[in-house]
Nanobody, 117 residues
Framework: QVQLVESGGCLVQPEGSLRLSCAASGSIRIGAMGWYRQAPGKERELVATITLGGSTNYADSVKGRFTIARDNANNTVYLQMNSLKPEHTAVYYC????????????WGQGTQVTVSS
C-alpha cells in the first residue's frame, strides 16, 4: 500500500504563487507521480506528471506556468504554481503509481486551491 498526503493548498490572490507538496509513504516502490485537479462541476483532469527519472509532462493549459518536481530520496512530489488565475481554482490531487506491474494507482485526499481576490 501507498499513502499520499498533500499539503500547501490555500486561498491565494490572482497572479500569486503557491507550491503544493505530496509525501508518499508505504511498502511499495513508487514510479511515476503526478498532480490532477477537479474544479466544481468538472471532471478530474491531468495537470502534470513526472517519472522516476525526472521526465515531465504537462497539460497544455499549465505549460510555462506550473512546474512539477520530485525528491526521490524522500518520496515527495511538488507542484510550483505561478501567475495563478481564478480558473485554476480546484481540488488538487496527488497521484502515484507502483513502479512494477500492475502499476496500480494511488490517490491523495486532495488539497483545495482557491484563487480569488
Amino acid at each position: 500500500q501507498v499513502q499520499l498526503v498533500e499539503s500547501g493548498g490555500c486561498l491565494v490572490q490572482p497572479e500569486g504563487s503557491l507550491r503544493l507538496s505530496c509525501a508518499a509513504s508505504g511498502s511499495i516502490r513508487i514510479g511515476a507521480m503526478g498532480w490532477y485537479r477537479q474544479a466544481p462541476g468538472k471532471e478530474r483532469e491531468l495537470v502534470a506528471t513526472i517519472t522516476l527519472g525526472g521526465s515531465t509532462n504537462y497539460a497544455d493549459s499549465v505549460k510555462g506556468r506550473f512546474t512539477i518536481a520530485r525528491d526521490n530520496a524522500n518520496n515527495t512530489v511538488y507542484l510550483q504554481m505561478n501567475s495563478l488565475k481564478p480558473e485554476h481554482t480546484a481540488v488538487y490531487y496527488c497521484n502515484a503509481r507502483e513502479l512494477y506491474v500492475p502499476y496500480a494507482p494511488y490517490w491523495g485526499q486532495g488539497t483545495q486551491v482557491t484563487v480569488s481576490s
